[in-house]
């Protein structure tokens, strides 16, 4: 049986807490005027933080609901010394829509989010026209917006709404799947040769 060490709560300090009085931009980071990037459902950290060290002059923010997986993203912070990357513990859609200022974020991944394939259950998917809301009021304009999944079906529906959307305008250079691949599932799917389907759209 795999063992897991024991989390390090007190590391549990450094997270960003939901402040009525203030609000999320790159000004919470030692370069105020770097660009701003955000990860939806960040896992255990392992895509955030090969961003952060290949890209020490942007921000980087991941979202993670799960308090487990919120330690392990703040151990391999800790570990590499890493400045300019910071965490949430909280729901998606309420730290989009309560958390950041906006018009504040220059770029969000959205990384191998739970597709719920069982019809019944597709109501709890994350992505939806309320979600696309938010991401567009906390968005500069250009910012873009790069969705990654290893679920067929998740992806056309996601992409069908997206593509929709008047307010994005798709962009047809998709990053690579050796790039995208450095997340939680990303490391399992390419373990298993799993395919990959990626879009990116950028805010009119």
Sequence with gaps: MKKYKPYDWTL???LIVYNTNSKITSNIFDNQNSELCVEIGCGNGHFLTDKALNNPEKNYIGIEIKIGRIVRCIEK????NLKNIKYINNEANFALDFMFEDDSIDL???TFPDPWPKRR???NRL???KF???VFKKMKY???FVFITDHEEYFKY???ILIKDIRFEKIERISSNAELSNSLFGEKWKKENRKFYTMEFKKR
């Design 121 to 123: 259950h597709h109501k």
């Design 127 to 129: 992505f939806s026209e």
């Design 12 to 14: 549990l300090e450094d």
């Design 132 to 134: 696309l809301d938010s």
């Design 142 to 144: 250009g910012g873009l």
């Design 77 to 80: 912070k800790v570990k590499n």
């Design 158 to 160: 996601s992409s069908d």
């Design 108 to 110: 969000i991944y959205m």
